[in-house]
Each structure stands twice: as structure tokens, then as C-alpha cells.
């Protein structure tokens, strides 16, 4: 029981980590607000479902394509939208919301609703670790997981434009005054954010059939695990991602799965009552409350 | 090189009008007067004039634009909420429940749920008063997703079969004179509240906080009154809605009861109640011709909230009333 509880919890740890890491670097680390996200989360799984069994492509070259096409719908929604908003956050907030939804609604309507809707695994099969079977897909999820999160670190600390995504979210007059262009790297931001929520729907989405709703519980649970670990901090990102896996696998097992998304939606409330800035957040410390 | 730019300049009649000489000549007094008294006709008009099915809809219309309102309210005061549904759905289980349980009368509950749920939600929001901006908007977004997961897994107050059988309004005409007369008390109230004093320290409150602070006032106090007033205006919704559908359930607390009021505030034109009043008059009736394709309505919805937000972020009344106080002409100006 024990042994389940850790394994699983690390997966879905994990789990939230990579769905967190796109909307983390976003909205967290270069302060440009994109709620569209669980949307495109679930367009990703979509293209991919739609260029595999209409187009007829092979799994890796229609998951590349899809990873491209929703980092370009991101530039879209920046170029489009966001950039005739940027500093108005509220105006943002609503605006990028409401462009998911309709998205998310537009698939309802199509009717992409069913147990057809899949993403094909990786590589089929399961290992045993300890006395319980995981399956090949999990251990991917983990291991492009951990990758992906080392590689998220470095790439804000270590080269000139993750630095400059940073940068901006700091103090944007600043970082004009020292030659870089806010516009051009805000709607970079928004198009990695956005690949990232696709390369999540791919490792993910396998586990399970893609559901439109899967959108809002995809949003609520990457915006608890960024406001937990506190905007701006990747390994914020990583240490709420645990808390909350955790705490999501603890209550499944003892409560029923309805309870999960609860202990999201209460861990954000009490961090946004008692500490907004989250567990590792120093941006901003004084705009958040008075 | 002469470059051409848009002058606006104040009608003469409109300066006229400000001041006490609108009290010289009809036209004058009729300038004043004709646009306030148009939403009072035609509240009280419409429910003679339409169909039964149209009739339902005016309700939730004037629903809709009591909860727009309340939004505006709030924004005004700096507490920009992205759930109505809390107040609404806490209204709505409030009445549900003292009706369900304690068999009290309709005209009992609808009051008790308005006070009642005002105060709930205010003390739900206490903690969270000294947030400000996006952070008291995301915590006002999670309330009423919670709520209505909370409600679904532990399967209080009726679970996901909700509370049925609940007594009804009387007849359709109560109903409909009744939500439409609130809804034109809060329309002018709110417009007459925000002119007074008390509504000027609460605007203070959304310009600059820290100053109200340093003038010696409580703001916490203040914000507290200014939820329970919104709260109460959302909660009076949804205790009639409760009896209007004889039923409360986890829809209450529906993201429709957020995202709509929050549309029509931006589509009509924030800080005016008049432009939260006229989008939902515009949005609500629009959705239900749109009816026949389902899903689309929000689409819909969110497709317009966009293109105002982006295109015409004034709104549709700040837009009217330009043009019917201030007359434009293209000017020629030296670079």
C-alpha cells in the first residue's frame, strides 16, 4: 500500500510538474498572463488524434508537428491579442481565459467526445519496480519529466534569452533600457509556454482518453502548482508539484478520487490568503497585498 | 505637413443641461430626462408586450444584469472578481435550504437568503480582502470551482441531485415585476451611490489604497460593506432564481454565473452600471437566439468578450453617451 502511495505519487509529482512547467515559464516567469493554456493542452492531444487518423502521418512526426503548431497559436494569441493588452494583467487575465474557452467549447460543439480520442503510447509494455507493474509510458513521463524541468532551470539561468524572459517580468523598463525588445521575447514566452503544454498532452494524454474538461482541471492544477511554489521560480515549480502530487495521491487513497481536484483548489486558497508570493516567490512582493 | 486629427467637442445643449438651465425649456429637460426614463419603460412594458418563452428569458436578462452590476460594483472598489457564481450559488443554496429544511414561506427566504448569503460570502472573502488585483481574482475564481466539487464529493445539501420540490413564486407576473423593480433600484441606487461621499472613498480605494490608508480610514471596513452590498445584490439573484426554478443544485455555481456578468460589464462598458445593464440586455437574448446551436453560445460569448476587450475596450455605453453629448469634426494640425 505504502510502496503504491510513494510510486504513484512521484508519477503524478511529476505528472503536475510538467504540466505546471509551460504556464510556469509563461506566466510565471515572464509575467504574461496565458489562461488559454489548458486549452491548448487539449488541442495539442487533438492535432495529434487528427493528424494520425485523418492525415495518416506517423506518432513522431505528427507529435513534432503538433508541438509546432501550438507553439505558433501561442505566437498568434500574443501577436494578436495580448500584445494590444500587455500591462492592463486583468484585461489579460479575461481576454486569454475567454480565447480558451472558446477553443475548449469549439471541440465540445465539434463533437470530440468519446473513447476513440486517443494518443498512442510510446513504447507499450511495463516494468516491475519493487512488487508493483508501472508501464513504459509512466517511466517516460518521468524521465522526460525530470529532463525537461533540468532543462527549464538552466535555459532561464544560464542563456541570454531565458535570462531576458526573466528579465522582463523584473522590471520591463529596465530590460528595454538594456537593449532587449519586450515584445519580441514576451511572445516568445507564450509560444514556448505553449509548446510545453503540448509536449505535456503528448506524454500525458496516452494514459487516458482526451476529454475537453480535462482543459479546466489542466489550468486549475498548473495555476496551483505556480502560485504555490511561487511565481517566478522553477524549483518552486517542482517542490509544490510534490506537495500537491502527493497530497492528490494520499486523499485518493483514503477519500475517493472526487476529492482530488479539491486539494488543489484549497492549497491555492490558503497559499493566496496567507503567503500570494508562494513558497520560493520574491517577485512583487508588494504589489500582491496591502 | 498638415495631419488630420479628431476633434470632440461638447454639444451645446449637453452644456447647457449641466448646469441649472435645464430647467429653462423642455428641450433642455427632455435631453436630461428621456435617457433614465428609457430603461424604466421598458422594464415595465416588456413583460406585457412579450411571448410566455420570451417572458423567461427577460428574467434571466434582468438576472444577468443585476449580477453585471454587482461586478462593476466591485470592480470599482478594486476587487476585481471572476466568480459571481460564489454569491450567486451561495444565494441560491441559502434560500434552498431555509425553504428545503426549515419550510419557511418564499417571501421569507428570498430576504433571509440576500442577507444571509451577503454575509456568508463576505466572511468566506474576509481573509482575503488585502489581496489585491489578480490575486483577489483567482481566489474569487477557485471559491466557486471548489465549492461545487466540495458540494459533488461529499454530497451535502442534496449532492449532485440538489434540492428539489422547492414552493414557487406565485405567478410569472410577481416574478417578473419583482426582478425588474430590483433591477432598476440597483441600477439607479448604484449610479446615485457611487456620486455620494461613501462612493467616493470606495473609488479612492481602487485608485490608490495606501493613500485612503494614510487619510485615517479603515479600508478592510470599507471593502467588507462594499462585498456585502455586491454580495447581497448576487445573492437576492440567486434566492430567486432558486424559486423561480423550484430547485438548487451544483449548476449554482456555474462558471455561466461568472463569465456572463463579467462579459456583459465589458461588452456594455465598465463604471457606469447603465453599461453593464444594457450588455446584458444585448448579450443574454442574443445567446438564447442562438440556442439552436448549443455549445456555440459560448463560444459566442468568449469570441465577443475578445473582441471587445481587444477592439472597443470603452464598451458599447461609454460609446453612445459620447455620442450624445460631444459632436466630432477632423482638424487639420501641423507636424
Redo the contacts between chains.
Keep these: 500500500m505504502i510502496e503504491v502511495t510513494l510510486i504513484y505519487g512521484f508519477i503524478n509529482s511529476v505528472m503536475l510538474a510538467l504540466i505546471a512547467l509551460g504556464f510556469g515559464l509563461t506566466f510565471g516567469i515572464s509575467g504574461v498572463?496565458n489562461f488559454a493554456y489548458g486549452a491548448f493542452y487539449v488541442l495539442a492531444g487533438y492535432l495529434v488524434w487528427i493528424l494520425i487518423n485523418m492525415l495518416g502521418l506517423p506518432f513522431v512526426i505528427a507529435a513534432i508537428l503538433a508541438v509546432i503548431v501550438t507553439s505558433l497559436l501561442g505566437l498568434a494569441l500574443y501577436r494578436?491579442?495580448l500584445l494590444?493588452?500587455r500591462g492592463l494583467?486583468?484585461?489579460e487575465?479575461?481576454?486569454t481565459f475567454?480565447?480558451g474557452?472558446?477553443i475548449l467549447?469549439?471541440f465540445?460543439?465539434l463533437g470530440f467526445i468519446g473513447h476513440e480520442y486517443t494518443v498512442p503510447v510510446f513504447t507499450d509494455g511495463s516494468i516491475l519496480i519493487g512488487e508493483q507493474y508501472v508501464d513504459h509510458q509512466r517511466l517516460w513521463i518521468v524521465g522526460i519529466g525530470i529532463v525537461l524541468a533540468i532543462g527549464l532551470y538552466l535555459f532561464t539561468h544560464h542563456t541570454k534569452i531565458g535570462l531576458a524572459f526573466r528579465g522582463i517580468a523584473q522590471d520591463e523598463r529596465t530590460a528595454l533600457s538594456l537593449g532587449i525588445n519586450s515584445d519580441r521575447i514576451a511572445g516568445l514566452s507564450v509560444a514556448f509556454g505553449s509548446g510545453l503544454a503540448a509536449i505535456a498532452a503528448i506524454l500525458i494524454l496516452p494514459l487516458g482518453q482526451i476529454a475537453v474538461n480535462q482543459g479546466y482541471d489542466v489550468l486549475?492544477n498548473a495555476?496551483a502548482v505556480c502560485?504555490i511554489g511561487g511565481l517566478g521560480s522553477t524549483v518552486g515549480i517542482v517542490v509544490a508539484a510534490f506537495v500537491i502530487g502527493y497530497a492528490q495521491i494520499i486523499t485518493d487513497s483514503f477519500?475517493?478520487p472526487?476529492?482530488k481536484?479539491?486539494v488543489s483548489?484549497?492549497a491555492?486558497?490558503l497559499v493566496?490568503?496567507f503567503k500570494?508570493s508562494g513558497l520560493f516567490g520574491k517577485q512583487k512582493e508588494l504589489?500582491?497585498?496591502? | 505637413m498638415i495631419q488630420k486629427r479628431k476633434e470632440r467637442i461638447d454639444r451645446g445643449i449637453k452644456v447647457r443641461s449641466d448646469d441649472i438651465f435645464a430647467l429653462t425649456s423642455y428641450r433642455e429637460m427632455l435631453y436630461v430626462a428621456v435617457p433614465p426614463i428609457l430603461p424604466v419603460i421598458a422594464l415595465l412594458v416588456l413583460p406585457w408586450v412579450l411571448p410566455t418563452y420570451w417572458q423567461k428569458v427577460l428574467i434571466s436578462t434582468a438576472v444577468f444584469a443585476l449580477l453585471a452590476m454587482s461586478w462593476d460594483f466591485l470592480v470599482g472598489v478594486g476587487m476585481?472578481s471572476?466568480g459571481q457564481a460564489l454569491f450567486f450559488g451561495v444565494g441560491a443554496y441559502c434560500a434552498g435550504a431555509l425553504n428545503h429544511y426549515a419550510r419557511l414561506p418564499v417571501w421569507l427566504t428570498i430576504p433571509l437568503a440576500t442577507v444571509l448569503g451577503a454575509a456568508l460570502c463576505t466572511l468566506i472573502l474576509l481573509?482575503?480582502l488585502?489581496?489585491?488585483?489578480?490575486?483577489f481574482?483567482?481566489?474569487t475564481l477557485?471559491?466557486p470551482?471548489?465549492l461545487e466539487?466540495?458540494i459533488?464529493?461529499s454530497g451535502a445539501f442534496g449532492g449532485t441531485e440538489g434540492l428539489a420540490g422547492l414552493s414557487p413564486i406565485p405567478n410569472i407576473w410577481i416574478e417578473m415585476y419583482l426582478v425588474c423593480a430590483v433591477a432598476l433600484i440597483v441600477l439607479f441606487g448604484f449610479r446615485r451611490l457611487v456620486t455620494t461621499d461613501y462612493g467616493l472613498v470606495l473609488k479612492a480605494i481602487r485608485d490608490n489604497?495606501?493613500a485612503v490608508?494614510s487619510g485615517g480610514i479603515n479600508?478592510y471596513w470599507l471593502k467588507a460593506q462594499a462585498l456585502f452590498i455586491a454580495g447581497s445584490v448576487c445573492a437576492f439573484c440567486g434566492a430567486f432564481m432558486t424559486h423561480v426554478y423550484m430547485f438548487v443544485g451544483m449548476p449554482s455555481f456555474a462558471m455561466d454565473y461568472s463569465?456572463l456578468p463579467?462579459?456583459a460589464a465589458?461588452v456594455g462598458g465598465m463604471g457606469t452600471f447603465a453599461g453593464s445593464f444594457i450588455g446584458a440586455f444585448i448579450l443574454v437574448p442574443l445567446s438564447e437566439a442562438l440556442r439552436g446551436?448549443?455549445?456555440?453560445r459560448?463560444?459566442a460569448?468568449?469570441?465577443s468578450?475578445?473582441v471587445f476587450?481587444?477592439v472597443l475596450?470603452e464598451g458599447i455605453f461609454h460609446y453612445i453617451q459620447r455620442k450624445y453629448q460631444q459632436f466630432e469634426r477632423w482638424v487639420g494640425i501641423e507636424r
Design positions: 498572463s494578436f491579442v494590444r493588452l494583467v486583468i484585461s487575465v479575461i481576454a475567454a480565447v474557452l472558446a467549447e469549439m465540445r460543439y486549475i495555476l502560485i477519500y475517493g472526487a476529492w481536484i479539491v483548489l484549497v491555492i486558497l493566496l490568503a500570494p504589489e500582491e497585498r496591502i | 476585481v471572476l481573509p482575503v488585502r489581496l489585491r488585483g489578480i490575486y481574482a483567482m481566489v477557485v471559491i470551482l471548489m466539487r466540495a459533488e464529493a489604497d495606501r490608508m479600508i463569465i463579467l462579459a465589458v446551436f448549443s455549445g456555440l459560448i463560444v460569448y468568449a469570441l468578450l475578445v476587450i481587444v475596450p
